[in-house]
């Protein structure tokens, strides 16, 4: 059974249209879908509407990526199943809208510093109705002539320990954590391995989320190494928390993953999925 819990819709910095990536689900056969856009709820408002009436057998989750801080590395956590209109997400998705907003001023002062101007509008006009992003900052200097890719904007200019790699503006895990498990959701902390930490310190990243109401870790995000699909499945382990996967889908690319993750692969953890599976589904453990 195909499932995704870690898709980008154009609501951030995604390809396809909320409607379109639900089409790519459907045709892919995929029976549980979260589309978790980078600090909104807008890519899973546009199809909520829809999906009942043309999903057939799919079930879309509501779901968000997070931004957020930890020990001062830039973490993502997950939301999946919350009520997108509690009072204190909404609250807390409007203050990473804030942060966004203050982030990106910074990043164009620092572009404009390096002999860039005029990156904020250009990137706003980039971004157009989604979520701003270094995506759209590194498109803006394409456009301009400035670098000959966006992997190479990334790679001078915006990439992580460059001048556009603002990362103070986030809030805290353990609150980003809280605003989900208030709404009601279940909070999982994304691609555990890409922070780059060493061992104890993600041993230490995943008690402080644990201690701040986290529930799960993802095991698989897009395509990654069987080394990377041990360690994980022994963090999972270790930890005692639940799983979660997904293909962390942004556009169709050679590098990138397609949308859909193949449940029999993830062992027998305890998946978060397990929770929106139809109840006569294929049900859970081993036999995954
Ligand atoms: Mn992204
Ligand atoms: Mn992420
Ligand atoms: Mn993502």
Known sequence: MLIDFHTHTTASDGALSPA???ERARDRGIRLLAITDHDTVAGYRAVAEE?????????VVPGVELSCVWSGVTVHVVGLGMDCDHPVLAA????????????ARVIAERLAKLGFPGALEGALAEAGESQLGRPHFAAWMVACGHVSSVARAFDRYLGQGKPGDVKAFWPELAEVTAWIVAAGGVAV???????????SKLRRLVADFTSAGGNAVEILNGRQTPDQSRQLRQLA????????AGSDF??????????????????????VWQRWLPPDGCAAGESM
Not at 189 to 195: E, I, Q, S, T
């Open 20 to 22: 379109a990536l639900l």
């Open 237 to 244: 382990l270790e930890t005692g928390l639940e799983v979660s």
């Open 51 to 59: 999906y009942n009436a043309t999903a057939g057998e799919m079930r």
């Open 250 to 271: 942004h556009q169709d690319a050679a590098w990138g993953a397609e949308v859909g993750v193949e449940l029999r692969h993830l062992g027998g953890l305890r998946g």
């Open 189 to 199: 902390l994304a691609h555990p391995l890409k922070y780059k930490l060493t061992r």
């Open 92 to 103: 807390g998705l409007a203050r990473l809208a804030a942060a966004r907003s203050e982030r």
